[in-house]
């Protein structure tokens, strides 16, 4: 995934980066976990979910949203099934 990382994705350049390990309660295993930045504020979950299921098999989309209006911040985490997946 991270060499999709710049890639243009619904017309906008998009960020992948591997997460770090922020605190113990992460409930995403870092090791297969990246972070997808600059993505439109109205894309889907299956949208990220299918462009990265071209990787590798995805276990969980988290986009980051807006608690009162609902719209999407612009960026999101993609876990995969296996770490080699980040690479």
Known sequence: ????NG?????QRIR???????SKE???DTKRTIFV????FNVKENEIWS?????GKVEAVRLIRDSKTNVGKGFGYVL???KDCVT
């Open 1 to 4: 995934a991270l060499v999709l």
């Open 7 to 11: 890639e243009t994705f619904f017309n």
């Open 16 to 22: 992948v980066d591997k997460v770090g390990i922020d």
């Open 26 to 28: 992460n409930r995403y």
């Open 37 to 40: 930045g600059n993505l439109p």
């Open 51 to 55: 462009y990265f299921e071209e990787i």
């Open 80 to 82: 995969f099934h296996s």
